[in-house]
């Protein structure tokens, strides 16, 4: 998540606005709704990631990104883009394995807070 964001801010944000707004022409969602999601979706995937590398914030952001795969799911689902909706179940399993492991979240910053809290 983390470098697909910092990838897409880092130079070709434009172009995959615009790339995802042309690949959704012929779909059933509006092109405002397209063009406001896409330009939405590298600054998610940047936060989503760096609260998952850092450990911080780890069930919110574990539920943003299974939501956000949710989304995406559902788009690609629109344009019938079967193969990539298959690669996007596979974050949304990570998504799903890394809440059921939550409460062993010790090196992290999640766990560093814990501890100095005594919880």
Excluded: C
């Amino acid at each position: 998540m983390l470098i697909h964001g910092v990838g897409r801010l880092g130079g070709n944000y434009d172009k995959f606005v615009t790339e995802i707004v042309k690949q959704f022409a012929n779909s059933p969602i509006p092109a405002f709704g397209v063009s406001i999601f896409a330009h939405m979706i590298p600054y998610l995937e940047t936060a989503i990631g760096l609260l998952l590398t850092l450990g911080l914030a780890t069930r919110l952001a574990s539920v943003a990104g299974g939501l956000l795969m949710v989304s995406l799911i559902f788009g690609m689902g629109t344009l019938q883009k079967w193969d990539i909706v298959g690669t996007q179940m596979i974050y949304v399993l990570f998504y799903f394995l890394l809440l059921f492991v939550i409460e062993w979240n010790r090196y992290s910053v999640d766990g560093w807070l814990r501890k100095r809290r005594g919880v």
